[in-house]
């Protein structure tokens, strides 16, 4: 298996009349943008298998920020994403599309990625827990690092009915305003331990993860989440599974 590599498609696009361009999220060189020659064509044997979801085994060469595929296998059929769970997924890819570097290692982001996707073909409920424990690991993997167990002011532990208010770069400081940026000590104890036991915690880690992913994400909207929006249109649900924007 010299020179395989496990990964997923991100995201694809038609290039010239038979080709594909590719977004892959790879396990040992992170993101890489592929070219997947003739792979469109009538006769190729990859267009079953270059879709997103599909675990792969693939191999690529040449130089620049744009490689050529030189072969691809699916290890297993595609993992069953439908209805809210496949704008789930397709969230989480386009985030991932979106914020990693191209060409930078992030092995053990796969794994976290391989069982959120893995999770949400499971999933019989919300999607939502799953959605904002992936988007906790991503922040920590990008390097964002945060005390939520105590006070950026004092050092002292938080306690569940105090309010803190979070401030970029420095962490969670006790205060009396209640904006969009504060937060209780009992939802800073939920995010710390990525468990979410009711609304009201899963409300407020749905608020942090976009705060926290606003900077890294930039100013263009997710197409995923205008998906979302015209899926829950059509199909109305009482618990919006993706973090969309405020009124």
């Given at each position: 298996?010299?020179?395989?590599?496990?990964?997923?498609?991100?995201?694809?696009?038609?290039?010239?009349?038979?080709?594909?361009?590719?977004?892959?999220?790879?396990?040992?060189?992170?993101?890489?943008?592929?070219?997947?020659?003739?792979?469109?064509?009538?006769?190729?044997?990859?267009?079953?298998?270059?879709?997103?979801?599909?675990?792969?085994?693939?191999?690529?060469?040449?130089?620049?920020?744009?490689?050529?595929?030189?072969?691809?296998?699916?290890?297993?059929l595609s993992l069953?994403?439908?209805?809210?769970?496949l704008y789930s997924?397709?969230?989480?890819?386009?985030?991932?599309?979106?914020?990693?570097?191209?060409?930078?290692?992030?092995?053990?982001?796969?794994?976290?990625?391989?069982?959120?996707?893995?999770?949400?073909?499971?999933?019989?409920?919300?999607?939502?827990?799953?959605?904002?424990?992936?988007?906790?690991?991503l922040l920590s993997?990008?390097?964002?690092?945060?005390?939520?167990?105590?006070?950026?002011?004092?050092?002292?532990?938080?306690?569940?009915?105090?309010?803190?208010?979070?401030?970029?770069?420095?962490?969670?400081?006790?205060?009396?305003?209640?904006?969009?940026?504060?937060?209780?000590?009992?939802?800073?104890?939920?995010?710390?331990?990525?468990?979410?036991?009711?609304?009201?915690?899963?409300?407020?880690?749905?608020?942090?993860?976009?705060?926290?992913?606003?900077?890294?994400?930039?100013?263009?909207?997710?197409?995923?989440?205008?998906?979302?929006?015209?899926?829950?249109?059509?199909?109305?649900?009482?618990?919006?599974?993706?973090?969309?924007?405020?009124?």
């Open positions: 298996m010299d020179g395989w590599q496990r990964a997923f498609v991100l995201h694809g696009r038609p290039y010239s009349e038979t080709s594909l361009l590719l977004d892959l999220f790879t396990e040992s060189h992170g993101r890489i943008k592929l070219l997947a020659k003739g792979a469109r064509g009538r006769r190729s044997h990859l267009k079953g298998c270059l879709q997103p979801f599909t675990p792969l085994l693939v191999r690529w060469g040449g130089k620049g920020g744009v490689k050529t595929l030189r072969a691809a296998e699916a290890v297993s069953p994403l439908s209805g809210l769970t997924g397709l969230y989480v890819n386009e985030v991932l599309d979106r914020v990693l570097e191209a060409e930078t290692p992030y092995s053990s982001l796969f794994f976290d990625y391989l069982e959120c996707i893995q999770s949400l073909a499971g999933v019989s409920g919300s999607p939502e827990r799953i959605l904002r424990r992936f988007e906790l690991a993997h990008l390097g964002y690092g945060i005390d939520f167990l105590h006070c950026a002011g004092s050092g002292e532990p938080v306690t569940d009915q105090m309010t803190y208010r979070y401030r970029a770069e420095k962490g969670f400081i006790a205060s009396l305003v209640v904006d969009h940026f504060s937060f209780t000590g009992r939802d800073l104890q939920a995010l710390a331990n990525r468990e979410f036991p009711d609304v009201d915690t899963l409300k407020a880690a749905k608020r942090f993860t976009r705060i926290a992913l606003k900077p890294y994400l930039g100013g263009k909207p997710l197409k995923s989440r205008e998906l979302f929006r015209q899926f829950t249109i059509k199909k109305p649900s009482s618990d919006s599974a993706l973090p969309v924007d405020e009124p």
